[in-house]
């Protein structure tokens, strides 16, 4: 080949190159600009997330409540369910003074279940079955919190406060989410601590970046008028730094991946299950605890339901639920009998606004705990 041919081979490569550079990157500002839109419309009209700021980026845990935060929890239908944190993180009654420490305490460790998600903190199981016992609730569950969280809290908790009673929530989802490096969120990517297998056994892995979505002030633009201005002010402040940030971090955990750069999330859950409780069984022992475990969600099979009764009791509180629908029931099944009966719904005629357990479904499962709590033996 020739040497001027060389040059106009190399000229024609580099315009194709950089077509297809300027090409890409208008296709990515168009679907960037097109998310952007859908959350501004999703933050307008209301959609499901929090008045105010009440979690903030954690290095350990992904994301955790802000010490003494106060807002509202969105439901579709009408007002915001009050939600206050007290100077330690637990979820309290929004009208509730400082906590009085009376005890028995009772320390409470799960996802939007033990939380009490669109339910007020003084209807949610922890808090009644810390009231039915004349004691106080440590409420430290969390919406999309996993079974990792769930063992960084028992392990920070449990000998800052001597607990009398630790009440370890089990779920399927639970476990699925120790088993992801992202959790669900309404918006933008929510990195949290996962668990990792390789030849030496399970190792437990920070989130794989930080936390953005927390740090920027989405929740200013709920209450703003649907302005030109307003909305360059939330693509410039808010969603264009989320979503190049998200995106960037996202493509650099999916190259470390293929690369095997990062480490494997553990892929079999049985050992994940059975680190994380009997870790916290062992905790309990050694600070005079009582743990028991309350199993929320489609029950796990006889192996696995074993494997946790070696750790500590089991309160079968999905089950309870069930019974006291149709006595029949011996599985949860989202059946419309269970819906009416659990969900949360608002309006005129009713619709189902959201599917956790409503404050009857809380006194059920209340119960339940309270029944193991006097029937079995202390360990």
């Given at each position: ?37 859908r ?33 509202g ?33 009772v ?23 810390a009231?039915a ?83 920027l ?44 750069l ?41 192996e ?27 599985v ?41 709590i ?6």
């Amino acid at each position: 080949m020739k040497r001027g041919g060389r040059f106009r081979w190399l000229r024609t490569g580099a315009s194709w190159s950089l077509v297809f550079a300027l090409g890409s990157l208008g296709a990515y500002g168009v679907w960037t600009f097109q998310r952007a839109h859908r959350l501004y419309g999703f933050l307008k009209d209301g959609g499901r997330g929090w008045t105010q700021r009440v979690y903030k980026p954690d290095g350990d845990l992904g994301f955790a409540p802000v010490p003494g935060a106060v807002g509202g929890d969105m439901l579709p239908g009408g007002p915001p369910i009050p939600t206050r944190f007290d100077q330690h993180g637990f979820r309290v009654p929004i009208s509730e003074g400082p906590s009085a420490g009376r005890r028995p305490l009772v320390l409470a460790l799960g996802d939007s279940f033990t939380y009490g998600a669109a339910c007020l903190a003084e209807d949610a199981f922890p808090h009644l079955v810390a009231r039915a016992l004349g004691g106080t609730a440590l409420n430290a569950g969390s919406p999309s919190y996993g079974l990792s969280q769930v063992l960084i809290l028992a392990r920070r908790l449990i000998p800052r406060h001597a607990p009398d009673i630790v009440l370890v929530q089990y779920s399927g989802l639970l476990v699925a989410r120790a088993q992801a490096r992202y959790t669900h969120s309404f918006f933008g990517v929510m990195p949290t601590p996962f668990f990792a297998a390789d030849g030496a056994g399970l190792r437990l892995q920070p989130p794989p970046f930080g936390n953005r979505v927390l740090d920027l002030p989405l929740t200013e633009f709920r209450n703003t008028p649907r302005t030109v201005s307003d909305y360059a002010s939330f693509l410039r402040r808010a969603a264009l730094p989320l979503f190049v940030h998200d995106d960037a971090a996202v493509a650099y955990v999916q190259a470390g991946q293929r690369l095997r750069l990062l480490p494997a999330v553990a892929a079999d859950p049985e050992p994940v299950i059975r680190h994380v409780y009997s870790e916290i069984a062992e905790l309990c022992r050694e600070h005079g605890a009582r743990m028991l475990i309350v199993l929320l969600g489609r029950p796990p099979g006889a192996e696995r339901r074993l494997e946790l009764q070696r750790h500590a009791a089991a309160v079968d509180a999905e089950l309870a639920l069930c019974r006291a629908v149709d006595a029949g029931c011996e599985v949860p099944v989202l059946s419309e009998a269970y819906l009416w009966a659990y969900g949360h719904f608002r309006g005129s005629p009713p619709r189902l606004v959201d599917s956790h357990p409503n404050p009857r479904a809380h006194a059920v499962i209340a119960e339940e705990v309270l029944k193991t709590i006097g029937s079995s033996p202390a360990r």
